[in-house]
C-alpha cells in the first residue's frame, strides 16, 4: 500500500516500512471413510488438511470431545472403540483463519465376532443320514468348515442360525468345526457330534423238536445286538411281537 505523508498542507517528511497483508484460504479437513471392524480391533482415523498449518480442531465422538493442533497433514488418530460410533471435527482453523470446514461425519461400526456351536449326536444305521445343526452368531452371513477327522468340508453363504445339515457317514464318527469366518476373525468354535453307526441286529430262532399232540416246544431266539429288542416271528398262520424285552437269548414255550 502507498502513503503519502503531509506536513502543513504539503506533502513532505520522511517514512519507511512497509504493511503486508496475507489473504488465507480457510483450512478443510477431509475425514476418512465409515469402516467396519471387528470387536476388539484397533483402527486409525485419518484426516486431510488444506490450507496453512498449524491447524487446531476438536475431535468429538459421542461423549468425547479432544482438542488437537496437528501441524502437518494428513493427521492421524488411533483408537480402539468398543462401541459403534459417529465422529466430525468442530472448530477448524488454521492461522487467522476460523470456522473451517470439514466433509461431515463419519461411522466406525463395530460387529461382534462370530461364534458356532455344532449338535446332532445320535445312533444310526449303516446308510442312514443324520442332521447336524449348527448354532450361530454374530453377523451373517457366515462360513462354516467341519471335519469328520479326515475331509473337511465348507457350507457358505449361511444366512439364519440354526442351521441345519445332513451328513451320511459309513462308520462311527465324530464331527467338528475347524474354521469359521464373516467378516470377524478369530472365532470360537464349541460342540462335536458323534455319530455312532450301529451294526444291523441278526436273530436266530431254533428250537427244531419232535412233539405230541398238545405237547409245548421250547423256542430260542439269540440276538447279536445290543438289548432293548422287539421282534416279529409267525407260525404260518398267525404272527406274535415280543416289544422292549432285554433278554438274549429269548426263551418261550409255545
Request: glycine share 8%; with cysteine; net charge neutral.
Amino acid at each position: 500500500f502507498p502513503v503519502t505523508i503531509f506536513s502543513g498542507g504539503r506533502p513532505g517528511g520522511g517514512f519507511s516500512g512497509t504493511a503486508s497483508i496475507i489473504v488465507q484460504t480457510p483450512p478443510t479437513a477431509t475425514l476418512s471413510s465409515a469402516q467396519t471392524l471387528c470387536q476388539g480391533d484397533s483402527t486409525t482415523l485419518s484426516i486431510q488438511l488444506s490450507g496453512s498449518g498449524p491447524w487446531s480442531f476438536f475431535y468429538s465422538s459421542g461423549s468425547t470431545n479432544q482438542f488437537h493442533a496437528p501441524t502437518s497433514s494428513p493427521y492421524f488418530i488411533h483408537i480402539r472403540p468398543t462401541a459403534s460410533f459417529t465422529w466430525n471435527l468442530t472448530q477448524l482453523t488454521s492461522g487467522a483463519c476460523r470456522n473451517g470446514t470439514t466433509n461431515g461425519a463419519q461411522t466406525v461400526t463395530l460387529v461382534p465376532r462370530p461364534a458356532a456351536q455344532l449338535s446332532g449326536s445320535s445312533n444310526l444305521c449303516p446308510g442312514d443320514s443324520a442332521r447336524l445343526t449348527l448354532a450361530l452368531s454374530g453377523n451373517a452371513p457366515w462360513h462354516v468348515t467341519y471335519s469328520d477327522g479326515s475331509t473337511s468340508s465348507t457350507l457358505s453363504g449361511i444366512t439364519a442360525s440354526p442351521f441345519s445339515f445332513w451328513v451320511r457317514p459309513s462308520l462311527s464318527t465324530t464331527y467338528s468345526l475347524t474354521h469359521l469366518s464373516n467378516v470377524c476373525t478369530p472365532t470360537t468354535l464349541t460342540g462335536t457330534a458323534v455319530l455312532q453307526v450301529i451294526t444291523p441286529p441278526t436273530a436266530i430262532l431254533t428250537g427244531h423238536q419232535t412233539l405230541c399232540t398238545g405237547q409245548p416246544a421250547l423256542l430260542t431266539i439269540s440276538f447279536t445286538a445290543n438289548p432293548p429288542y422287539q421282534i416279529s416271528y409267525t407260525d404260518g398262520t398267525a404272527t406274535f411281537t415280543l416289544s422292549n424285552f432285554n433278554v438274549n437269548p429269548y426263551r418261550d414255550w409255545e
